[in-house]
């Protein structure tokens, strides 16, 4: 049995409003990664518990 096409319908929302809204949303989650990367050890931590590809056996 051949598969049934599927429709998707997507409300499409341009309105200032909207637009306004998730500038401002990508705007504060791009200030938290910024601010992610330089408060903080993980990165370090991660990199000193890594092995390196040419090290594994």
Request: aromatic share 6%.
């Amino acid at each position: 049995m051949p598969p049934l096409p599927v429709t998707l319908h997507i409300r499409l929302l341009h309105t200032q409003q909207v637009e306004a809204t998730f500038a401002a949303e990508a705007h504060r989650q791009s200030c938290l990664v910024a601010e992610a990367d330089n408060g903080s050890d993980d990165q370090d931590f991660v990199e000193s518990i890594a092995t390196s590809w040419d090290d594994e056996e």
